[in-house]
Each structure stands twice: as structure tokens, then as C-alpha cells.
Nanobody
Framework: VQLQASGGGLVQPGGSLRLSCAAS????????LGWFRQAPGGEREFVAV???????SYAASVKGRFTISRDNAKNTVSLQMNSLKSEDTAVYYC????????????????????WGQGTLVTVSS
């Protein structure tokens, strides 16, 4: 099973990017869907998650700037990133976790069964 992430690139501080993630072999409606990121030399960290109901949770560092959304009909999950900062520079990964996973566990990468290959976001002038 592979998730395909796309949409990364180079953007100036204050700019916007929209990441997308799709899968062809699993049904997204059966999973909680999350985004994580990993900066050079850093650990993989939680960014945002959306559950089947559409409820969402965000890391404090991105709340108010990033929006996660899912389209179960299209089997996609997206991350709209606005007001980007240099510290947002990282490889971004989409991931899928079982629906039974409680919210606090969804903040941990260990709770996710399926991962995308990552897409690089660079915020720089």
C-alpha cells in the first residue's frame, strides 16, 4: 500500500502551498488521516489530523495557518498551508491510521499504518 503525496516546492515566507495525498489501494473513509513533517536532522512531528467525521486537530505551531481536509469520494486528503514561515521547511508526509485510534494517539507517528513517500516544502526568500 502506498500513499502518494504531492504539492511541495519552494515558496517565500508568507506564501501558501497546498499539499495533496491520494491512495489507490486503501479506502480513506476507513481511516484517520494525518500529516507529519520532518526537518533536516529532526524527528518526525505531528502537523494535523482529520478523522472520518471530519473533526480535526492541529499542532500548536501551525494552528490558524494550516487547514487539513479530506474528500472521501475522491480518496484524497489535503493540507492547505498559509502564512508559511522558514521553520515550516521540512519533508511532509501523509499517513493513515485505524479509525479506532484515539485522538491523543493520532499525534504520534507510531499509530499510523500507511505512509506516503514525502514531499519537500522549502520556505525561503
Amino acid at each position: 500500500v502506498q500513499l502518494q503525496a504531492s504539492g511541495g516546492g519552494l515558496v517565500q515566507p508568507g506564501g501558501s502551498l497546498r499539499l495533496s495525498c491520494a491512495a489507490s489501494t486503501i479506502t480513506f473513509s476507513r481511516f484517520a488521516l494525518g500529516w507529519f513533517r520532518q526537518a533536516p536532522g529532526g524527528e518526525r512531528e505531528f502537523v494535523a489530523v482529520t478523522r472520518r467525521s471530519g473533526s480535526t486537530s492541529y499542532a500548536a505551531s501551525v494552528k490558524g495557518r494550516f487547514t487539513i481536509s479530506r474528500d472521501n469520494a475522491k480518496n484524497t486528503v489535503s493540507l492547505q498551508m498559509n502564512s508559511l514561515k522558514s521553520e515550516d521547511t521540512a519533508v511532509y508526509y501523509c499517513a493513515a491510521a485505524p479509525l479506532t485510534t484515539i485522538l491523543s494517539q493520532l499525534w504520534s507517528p507510531e499509530s499510523y499504518d500507511y505512509w506516503g513517500q514525502g514531499t519537500l516544502v522549502t520556505v525561503s526568500s
